[in-house]
C-alpha cells in the first residue's frame, strides 16, 4: 500500500488538561500517513484517484486549532476519523504531540493507526 505523507505540520489550538492549557492555544504538532493505492493516481496523472494531502492538511489544521480536546488522544482519533473520510484512504497513521508540555522533553504525544 502507498503513504500519503504530511509531516510536522503544526496548529494552534487548546489542548490538555490542566486550567492553563485550556487558558491560551499552545502548539500542536502533527504527523500523518494516508494509506492508499496511487497506481491509477500516477497513470492517469490524477489526484483524484488518491488522496489530496492538502484537504487532508487543512482539515487536520483547522480541527485541531478549534477542537479544544483535553487529550491528545481524542485529537489523533479525530484527525483519523477525518482521513478516513476520504474515499481512497484505507488506512492512517496519526502522531500528535505537544511541544514543550514536559521539562527535558522535546514533545510528548500519542500515535495511533486506525483502518477503515
Same mark, same amino acid.
Not at 25 to 37: G, R
Not at 49 to 63: D, E, F, G, L
Given at each position: ?21 485550556? /487558558? ?14 496511487? =497506481? ?5 496523472? /490524477? ?6 494531502? =492538502? ?6 489544521? &483547522? ?14 482519533? /479525530?484527525?483519523? +476519523? ?12 496519526? =502522531?500528535?504531540?505537544?511541544? &514543550?508540555?514536559? +521539562?527535558?522533553?522535546? &514533545? ?5 493507526? +486506525?483502518? =477503515?
Amino acid at each position: 500500500m502507498d503513504k500519503i505523507i504530511i509531516k510536522n505540520l503544526t496548529a494552534r489550538g487548546i489542548i490538555g488538561v490542566n486550567k492553563w492549557e485550556r /487558558d491560551r492555544p499552545q502548539e500542536i504538532l502533527m504527523n500523518i500517513v494516508v494509506y492508499a493505492n496511487t =497506481r491509477k493516481a500516477a497513470e492517469e496523472d /490524477d489526484i483524484q484517484y488518491s488522496v489530496n494531502y =492538502r484537504t487532508i492538511a487543512k482539515k487536520a489544521q &483547522s480541527h485541531a486549532e478549534t477542537a479544544g480536546r483535553i487529550s491528545v488522544e481524542a485529537l489523533a482519533e /479525530d484527525i483519523a +476519523r477525518l482521513c478516513l473520510e476520504e474515499p481512497n484512504a484505507q488506512k492512517v497513521r496519526v =502522531r500528535v504531540e505537544k511541544p &514543550s508540555a514536559v +521539562r527535558f522533553a522535546e &514533545s510528548v504525544g500519542v500515535e495511533i493507526v +486506525r483502518k =477503515r
